[in-house]
T-cell receptor, first 115, second 113 residues
Framework: DTGVSQDPRHKITKRGQNVTFRCDPI?????LYWYRQTLGQGPEFLTYFQNEAQLEKSRLLSDRFSAERPKGSFSTLEIQRTEQGDSAMYLC?????????????FGSGTQLSVL | SQQGEEDPQALSIQEGENATMNCSYKTSINNLQWYRQNSGRGLVHLIL?????REKHSGRLRVTLDTSKKSSSLLITASRAADTASYFC?????????????FGKGTKLTVNP
């Protein structure tokens, strides 16, 4: 257990529905990351927060994706009008100094299946 | 987009043998990190090597970094069945000091008892 919690662990939804995932980072960490991983691939960066500010977003993050980190604590990732191509593992990670200087602590992920 | 490329994509060895995985990357970096992932689980950090370091050890792990060739290797000595997992290299601090980690596609290691 790395101390980063993600909820839910699994989500099955129908195409067109909205889904929301939650991440609780290690409490003293001010950096929070979201990644997406499909089968057989490495994690792909989606977005990154420092405290409550969203500082970087990938081009992978289409208009249907939105992430928030109110009050710089937990974070939510929402996918609107889900598509089958959104099926993946969504990983959250946190750190205190950022990946340019130190390791990231990853949660166990949320596995999304879009039917 | 993926920064690193691991080689080989898959590796199968017998318990007790050594496993070597290689990683190449494209841009300048501050550090290179190796992570391990068991099937369907999150990633666990193994080791971080900074751009001014050439070699680092942690238990049965040995990592080398050659910034002139933009490559790294991870050696696991005396492998065990419990080492079976996917291993990813990731670069940090690249592309103008970005704070994100950029991962490769990984090497799937199978250690047979």
């Amino acid at each position: 257990d790395t101390g980063v919690s993600q909820d839910p662990r699994h989500k099955i939804t129908k195409r067109g529905q909205n889904v929301t995932f939650r991440c609780d980072p290690i409490s003293e960490h001010n950096r929070l990351y979201w990644y997406r991983q499909t089968l057989g691939q490495g994690p792909e960066f989606l977005t990154y927060f420092q405290n409550e500010a969203q500082l970087e977003k990938s081009r992978l993050l289409s208009d249907r994706f939105s992430a928030e980190r109110p009050k710089g604590s937990f974070s939510t990732l929402e996918i609107q009008r889900t598509e089958q191509g959104d099926s993946a593992m969504y990983l959250c990670a946190s750190s205190s100094q950022g990946a340019g200087n130190e390791k990231l602590f990853f949660g166990s992920g949320t596995q999304l299946s879009v039917l | 987009s993926q920064q690193g490329e691991e080689d080989p994509q898959a590796l199968s060895i017998q318990e007790g043998e050594n496993a070597t995985m290689n990683c190449s990357y494209k841009t300048s970096i501050n550090n290179l990190q190796w992570y391990r992932q068991n099937s369907g689980r999150g990633l666990v950090h193994l080791i971080l090597i900074r751009s001014n370091e050439r070699e680092k050890h942690s238990g049965r792990l040995r990592v080398t970094l050659d910034t002139s060739k933009k490559s790294s290797s991870l050696l696991i000595t005396a492998s065990r069945a419990a080492d079976t997992a996917s291993y990813f290299c990731a670069t940090g601090g690249g592309q103008g000091g970005s704070e994100k980690l950029v991962f490769g596609k990984g090497t799937k290691l199978t250690v047979n008892p």
